[in-house]
């Protein structure tokens, strides 16, 4: 009998910026099932181009079947499978919390334990932010759920490649060439298909 087991899979893909791009990648992964936990999109260091994190269940094979499927849309640039090389992940929660006063000294030394940071303050609420990866945002809810929360939301994760970990290396100016190199190929490759669509 064969496993099926999954996980949490997360998936940066960079892309160029077009019109109901989003759709079509939400679409994709809609049409074959997979569960969108997070998706969350924005600017990089190239203009023209956006990077897409989204966080799915799935396993290695699911994942590079999906890649498959993402890399036929023609505004697909480069895509990086954050769940299986080492990196940098990050996710802001804010949190909106109904406290009276005796309750607000202690929901206060939490923040400060946890380095929350206090974004609103009234008479009878406390909005917190709460920035870092899933372990700290889960320890912190779990400590703050015996409060009553009145509203919450989340930006979704985040993520880089950790390139300090993944060279093994310290940062050099070689380092730093090959990275941009590497970096324009996706220029490169990204203004070819310009060029074919313009044909």
């Known amino acids: 009998m064969e496993l099926n087991y999954s996980y949490e899979c997360i998936l940066s893909i960079l892309i ?21 936990e997070s998706a969350a999109i924005g600017t990089t260091e190239y203009e023209g181009l956006s990077r897409i994190v989204i966080v799915t269940q799935g396993n290695l094979k699911v994942v590079d079947q999906l890649t498959r499927q993402l890399y036929k849309l023609f505004p697909t640039v480069k895509i990086f499978n954050l769940t299986t090389i080492p990196s940098i ?19 206060l030394e939490i923040a400060d334990v946890f380095k929350l940071n206090v974004v609103d303050y009234t008479n009878r609420t406390i909005t917190l932010e709460i920035t870092g990866d899933r372990k700290k945002i889960v320890s912190v809810e779990q400590v703050l759920h015996k409060f009553g929360i009145l509203e919450k939301t989340c ?10 970990l993944i060279s093994g290396q310290l940062y050099t100016v070689q380092q730093d060439i090959l ?10 490759e990204m203004e070819s298909k310009m060029y074919v669509k313009s044909l």
């Not at 909106?96 to 006063?101: A, M, P, Q, T």
């Not at 930006?155 to 300090?164: D, Q, R």
């Not at 990275?179 to 490169?188: D, E, F, P, T, Y």
């Open 89 to 107: 992940k990050r996710e802001l929660i804010l949190l909106k919390l109904l406290v009276n006063s005796s309750e607000r000294r202690h929901v």
């Open 16 to 36: 160029e910026n077009q019109p109901s791009i989003l759709t079509r990648i939400i679409g994709l992964l809609s049409r074959r099932g997979f569960i969108i």
């Open 155 to 164: 930006t979704g994760v985040i993520g880089l490649p950790h390139e300090s």
């Open 179 to 188: 990275r941009r190199n590497l970096m324009n190929s996706h220029v490169l």
